[in-house]
């Protein structure tokens, strides 16, 4: 590992990234707030990427034993990243015109949106597998400065993101100007993605396809399922990523509609949350380093608790400034979780089925947020149709993602990685001792 793959894998991670910004930023809440979509219906379209998350064990189990012209890992990274920058961009075009022609409109959204999802999860699991193999022979610091250099780059790029999409919109905030905010990001995200995907990847000599039973994916997928610290650790993703993601559908209609801010004013909120990330994100290395993992984990997850009380306590009382500030301190939390949680993600993992278990630490992220985006949608039309309140809709999602930061934090005292690792090789050692029968 070396200065230059991290800054390439930085490059795709930030391209992947950067197509979800228009649509989570601005997309849901033009067509919530503006267009008058249900919620629950704004949410299946944006969850599309989380529910096709099983992509992801798919080509990583895949990934792991064929390579493409001697690559196993940046083929599927450039592929995966430029279906999600091309998939980001059509969204726009296909929402508006769904909102003059509903059925076709309705057809060709939910075939970009797929287009978009298929593509960040193939792209996805491809760098987080080429991240876990460069540095698996390196110094455990490189680990950690690895997710930090990829995460920090990120959150950097989501912020000026959102700030180029705020001002843009400020200017012209009609169609044809939306239109070319998307294509702006499109731009800037399939250039990185294709200088992120040069030469990041050391070619193979072949060696490493099928050899013996332990590189068959069904026995994989077995030693899998009977790691009982590994099943834990996928619930506890579950529950944490539910806990911190169901807002992201709900957060700029929920500004609108309860404090009256613009459509530039709400796109900006995506900034403010990417600032309280990037300061965490960037003091979360000598954090981890002087305080562990877990204990950063436990600190992320407090101090978004604390938040999502201050979002609900903003909104009753319609103080925006509270609220930004409060959306500042969220990002604080998630950015604290964020370096621990993947950093966990990267050592989840043995040697012969990395691709594997990024992709089902891959699922657990996607289907939680696919949980979150239409679970919380749902919830909150709910709520909106019992009471009439539509404030009491959205904080009542909030409400729940407490709940299950919570219930996270409690099983994540049972987890640790030398269980994980443990248990990994007891249970491939009796998965082939039963195939050898």
């Known amino acids: 590992m070396n200065a230059r793959s991290i800054i390439q894998l930085s490059l795709v991670h930030v391209g992947v990234s950067l197509t979800v910004v228009p649509i989570t930023g601005t997309l849901n809440r033009i067509m919530i707030a503006d267009m008058g979509m249900p919620a629950v219906f704004v949410g299946l379209l944006v969850a599309l990427p989380y529910m ?27 592929v995966g990243g430029l279906m999600a920058t091309f998939g980001s ?37 491809s760098y987080l597998s080429l991240a876990s193999e460069l540095t698996e022979r390196s110094p455990k610091t490189w680990r950690t400065a690895t997710v930090g250099v990829m995460w920090t780059a990120m959150i950097l790029s989501t912020i000026i993101a959102s700030i180029s999409l ?32 040069a030469g990041v990847e ?9 050899q013996n039973k332990a590189d068959n994916p069904m026995t994989a997928l077995q030693a899998l399922a009977h790691n009982a610290t590994a099943k834990r650790f996928f619930f506890y993703l579950l529950l944490v990523l539910v806990g911190i993601r169901a807002q992201d559908v709900l957060l700029e209609p929920y500004a609108a509609d309860t404090l009256g801010m613009s459509v530039s004013e709400t796109t900006r909120l995506e900034a403010i949350w990417g600032i309280g990330v990037f300061i965490t994100l960037l003091g979360g290395l000598g954090l981890v380093r002087l305080f562990g993992k877990r204990v950063n984990a436990y600190a992320g997850a407090i101090v978004a608790i604390a938040a999502f009380g201050l979002i609900i306590v903003a909104g009753s009382m319609g103080n925006s400034l509270f609220f930004q500030a409060s959306v500042f301190l969220l990002g ?24 594997l278990y990024m ?3 891959g699922v657990a992220n996607f289907v939680a947020q696919s949980l979150g985006a239409v679970g919380g949608a749902l919830l ?16 009542t999602v909030f409400g729940l993602e407490i709940t299950g930061l919570i219930a996270a934090l409690l099983l994540f005292r049972t987890i640790t990685v030398e269980a994980f690792q443990r248990d990994a090789q007891v249970n491939l050692v009796d998965v082939l001792a039963i195939a050898g029968d």
């Open 380 to 395: 909150r039309d709910i709520a909106y149709h019992l009471t009439g309140d539509v404030a009491l809709g959205y904080m």
């Open 332 to 355: 604080l939390g998630s950015g604290l979780m964020t370096v621990s949680n993947l950093s966990f993600m990267l050592d989840m993992t043995v040697p012969q089925s990395v691709g």
């Open 202 to 210: 050391p070619a193979h000599d072949g060696k490493r396809t099928l």
């Open 52 to 78: 096709l998350s099983p992509f992801q064990v798919i080509v990583g189990a895949y990934a792991d034993r064929r390579p493409l012209w001697g690559l196993h890992r940046s083929p599927w990274m450039l």
């Open 359 to 361: 992709g089902a630490w």
């Open 89 to 125: 961009y059509m969204t726009a075009h296909t929402v508006f015109y769904m909102d003059e022609h509903f059925l076709p409109g309705l057809i060709a959204s939910f075939a970009v949106f797929a287009l978009w999802g298929v593509g960040v999860n193939v792209a996805s699991v």
């Open 166 to 197: 705020s001002r843009l919109l400020a200017l012209d905030s009609s169609q044809d100007g939306i239109y070319f905010a998307f294509g702006a990001i499109w731009a800037v995200a399939t250039v990185f993605i294709l200088l992120g995907s």
